[in-house]
């Protein structure tokens, strides 16, 4: 199986010492054979089903609806073919054999139902529970254990385990603040290594020793450094991985399941918040294959601690240095007081979206804002007063429009001003996953970064993208016009970036000369990668300035989840209203503050990168008094004499439906077509036309990827996070600390 | 008390099938499977082939296609185990991964996997005395405890006071027809006698070299009792011949 393509066969970069300087050699251990389209016929206990060639068995039999027993097999994983419980049993073989590792085989009889089958599973189950404490009671995967599940299903009735000896007793790894070993438990299945040398990229995961004394780890003291970490306790058939911030809170009966969109960065992973009562216990992965297939990053995952700390739970109102709770009636009549007392008047009247703000607040707030005579909308970040470069009015300009899965499809990207790792870890592993399975070239513009892959170094500024336009000064250039499937990955931070006019006025043409290639029906070769789960939304919604409107100054500033404002930018005498549902930073500006709830807490639209927008529900109650932001927008309105016009989330959802169709077309992308996009990029190109490149370095858009919003800031994991993998504090390993450069050039 | 209770002999339909299983007593390596930084060992210790090696090094690579180059860590290893007085260090490992381009954690688990990489320290002379079943027969038992007590009294998997043995207890070496048999550092001693082995160990006190082989006299693996078959002379070119061409 094992294959190395011919273009990832480089020449040996020699000796010791070399390895830093030269990273263009590539060290890609992985491979696989494409899939041959040919299908198969096979029976499976009788049943005949059709399959593709090259199909493990136990695909044909779960395709004939036959369930198999599995601890190792995993679909997104590679096989390994090691725990043996997937033994069937087919025609003219002496013996059963391993499903998982056998491929299908046109015309062979197989047969998952019979004696010899059931004797094979009572065996390897007896085997797998020899060395498995019988510790279910303390353990956090109980009710959710493979093991344990499948031990009732086909181990054996009574035990032949009389060893006075005991058990197998394996010391426990200490993987971070997030992953918590009990090592005993391990059946050495050795899915958490395959994912981590696979998906996530951490290749310090393996196996040391052999036969009884085979055990999981780093075999050096390390802790588990990736942004996926927190899969392999799902992986984990058994309680040997379990979550560290989960352990001993809750049973898996005891919570209540509900399917959800993730805020953390912009592309929408799918997820299930799993509640007791009014709490988020805990938040796992939901399968999406067009978003983030089975996996989510751990800010995803183990933010929700923060959920429960800084909450805003009652409308505050300031008098002089204190904040007084107040009653809604009075927070908002102080708004609509501030509002008359400061004077402001048409663009005087500021907005400010923030990082968490949903689609249906968005919309509100701007039909409020529209009413009272504002233009002035602005979006929470460096630049934000100013309309984005790339301009909202054709929406391939600030979409990822090759969708998250079609970037397993290129063949070559340059990725400008990004680090996909910290701006969408998920999406980081498809490029990955691509890397190391296909010939893919990546080059990167933009600050070094450790991405899991090997790239070319472009250089640090606008410079290097002008250079590669002409193309010249690198190889990457000439793999990139030599690419079939090119793809350009443009960073959100550009549009932050005082070259950024020059970088899309550059890539635009670049787009616009090379069209046969970039843009065809079938490829549109320009993404935009955005990590702010708002700003596809604010941008679909208009949520952008007019030109005369910026140049206002704002007297009465209304900042919607907005935490990441400089405080400078706000004017001294403004009337500052804050809604959200964190005390951060905004709150800390304003002079009311309208608790409003997080994304946990209420059904609301998110529109992801791709511009697919999704539905998130609401697992548990707001807090205290907060409501959900758009009822606070809506009530304000009447409070500020300009009631809006709808009165429950349906009404809005048409108004939504007017502003955009796409943002209430659920579970989609739309592509956009080929002329559009031509037309879009002619129109950037000449919007920015004769924006002068400088040399200002592209700065990384997330310095610390554990800590990126209000949420993660108020989480006690985070934090946790923050130290161990960040600050290095408490871990690492003497002489091999973290360094940025070595790690990068493991990889390179 | 409830034997009483009970029927003498209960019909045989009634026991429950009896299934036996058999096990061993499972013998747990006593080595670590994981590292620790000791004062001795730890990744801030120097390691760099000599010249000769890292030209030796260099023709081990070559032998494989530059993409599999990682093919040759065994050898590698092999080879930083020999330098560094014969155990392998975190700083070999780590030296052959940055040489060969690999994750450290590949390396480890190669020299995790084969017992033959010694991860502590080790003896001037590392004894290995084989106790697999064919030497066993032919009483591998005495010649083990005869390099423990020449020794002074260690255990197998110990050192001496001195530095100068390590014994170990090893599986078959492939020498089962001249067994009993020990390996002392790279040379095989065969068809051992308890008075041969602490003769062998007292050369090497010495700081000398016995001649490794079979110690009973016998060449190589003959029959000790003496030859069997082609014990005639063989015949010579021009013998038994056609008349022609005698």
Known sequence: ?748 | MFAARLPKRLPLRVLPRARPITTTCSRRSDALFVHRDTPYNNPKIPFEFDAENLTRAKEIISRYPPQYKKAAVIPLLDLGQRQNKGWTSISVMNYVANLLEMPPMRVYEVATFYTMFNREPIGDNFVQVCTTTPCMLQGSTDILNAVCEQLGGIKPGQTTKDGKFTVVEVECQGACSNAPMMVVNDDFYEDLTPESTKKILNAFTKGEKPKPGPQSGRQTSENSAGLTSLTTKPYGPGEFCSPEFS
């Open chain 1, 1 to 748: 199986m094992l294959r190395i393509l011919p273009t990832v066969t480089r020449p040996s970069s020699g000796l010791l010492g070399k390895v830093v300087a030269s990273p263009s050699s590539s060290r890609r251990t992985i491979s696989s054979t494409p899939a041959r389209q040919a299908d198969i016929t096979l029976t499976v206990d009788g049943k005949e089903v059709t399959v593709p060639q090259g199909s493990a068995l136990i695909q044909a039999c779960e395709a004939a609806g036959a369930v198999i027993p599995r601890f190792c097999y995993h679909d997104r994983l590679a096989i390994a073919g090691n725990c043996r419980m997937c033994l069937v049993e087919v025609e003219r073989s002496p013996k059963p054999v391993a499903s998982c590792a056998m491929p299908a085989m046109p015309g062979s009889k197989v047969f998952t139902n019979t004696p010899l089958v059931h004797e094979a599973r009572e065996g390897v189950m007896e085997f797998l529970l020899a060395n498995h404490p019988l510790d279910c009671p303390i353990c956090d995967q109980g009710g959710e254990c493979d093991l344990q599940d499948q031990s009732m299903r086909y181990g054996a009735d009574r035990t032949r385990f009389h060893e006075i000896t005991g058990k197998r007793a394996v010391e426990n790894k200490d993987l971070g603040p997030l992953v918590k070993t009990s090592m005993n438990r391990c059946i050495q299945c050795t899915r958490c290594v395959r994912f981590a040398n696979e998906v996530a990229g951490v290749e310090e995961l393996g196996t040391t020793g052999r036969g009884n004394d085979l055990q999981i780890g780093m075999y050096v003291a390390k802790t588990m450094d990736s942004e996926l970490s927190g899969n392999v306790v799902d992986l984990c058939p058994v309680g040997a991985l379990t979550s560290k911030p989960y352990a001993f809170h809750a049973r898996p009966w005891e919570l209540k399941n509900t399917e959800s969109v993730d805020v953390h960065d912009a592309l929408g992973s799918n997820i299930r918040v799993d509640s007791r009562g009014v709490q988020v216990m805990r938040v796992q992965p939901r399968t999406n294959d067009d978003v983030n297939e089975e996996w989510i990053s751990d800010k995803t995952r183990y933010s929700y601690d923060g959920l429960r700390f800084q909450r805003l739970t009652t409308p505050l109102v300031k008098r002089g240095d204190r904040f007084v709770p107040a009653s809604w009636e009075d927070a908002l009549s102080a708004v609509a007081t501030g509002l008359a007392a400061s004077g402001a008047t048409g663009d005087e009247i500021q907005a400010v979206a923030g990082h968490l703000a949903d689609t249906e607040s968005l919309v509100a707030l701007r039909d409020l804002v529209h009413r009272l005579g504002s233009d002035n909308l602005t979006l929470d970040q460096n630049a934000g007063t100013s309309s984005p470069v790339h301009g909202i009015d054709v929406r391939s300009n600030y979409l990822f429009n090759s969708t998250i899965p079609g970037v397993e499809r290129a063949d070559a990207i340059l990725l400008i001003g990004t680090n996909p790792r910290h701006e969408a870890a998920v999406l980081n592993s498809r490029i990955r996953k691509s890397w190391l399975h296909t010939g893919l070239e990546v080059g990167l513009i933009g600050a070094r970064a450790d991405t899991t892959y090997g790239y070319e170094y472009l250089g640090a500024s606008a410079r290097a993208l002008s250079d590669f336009v002409q193309g010249k000064g690198s190889k990457f250039a000439e793999k990139f016009a030599a690419a079939e499937r090119p793809l350009i990955i443009v960073g959100s931070a550009l549009t932050e970036h005082q070259d950024g006019a020059a970088v899309y006025n550059m890539l635009a043409k670049y787009v616009l000369a090379n069209k046969a290639k970039l843009l065809t029906p079938d490829w549109t070769g320009l993404s935009i990668l955005q990590r702010i789960a708002s700003r596809p939304a604010a941008y679909d919604v208009g949520f952008v300035p007019s030109k005369k409107a910026a140049s206002a100054k704002p007297k009465f500033v209304y900042l919607l989840n907005a935490d990441e404002v400089d405080p400078k930018s706000i004017p001294q005498d403004a009337f500052v209203v804050y809604q959200g549902h964190h005390g951060d930073l905004g709150a800390q500006l304003a002079d009311v503050c309208l608790p409003g709830a997080a994304y946990t807490e209420k059904s609301t639209t998110w529109v992801n990168t791709e511009g697919r927008s999704q539905l998130g529900r609401a697992a548990v109650p707001p807090p205290g008094a907060s409501r959900e932001d758009w009822k606070i927008i809506r009530a304000l309105s009447e409070y500020v004499g300009v009631p809006l016009p709808y009165d429950n989330v349906l009404a809005l959802r048409d108004r939504m439906w007017e502003v955009s169709p796409t943002l209430v077309r659920y579970d989609i992308t739309e592509p956009t077509s080929t002329d559009i996009v031509l037309a879009g990029l002619a129109q950037l190109a000449e919007k920015t036309n004769g924006a002068k490149v400088g040399d200002q370095p592209l700065k990384r858009a997330v310095e610390n990827f554990y800590q990126t919003d209000v949420i993660s800031r108020a989480s006690v994991t985070m934090a946790q996070c923050t130290r161990a993998f960040v600050k290095g504090e408490g871990y690492g390993f003497a002489g091999l600390g973290k360094q940025g450069d070595k790690a990068e050039a493991a990889f390179a």
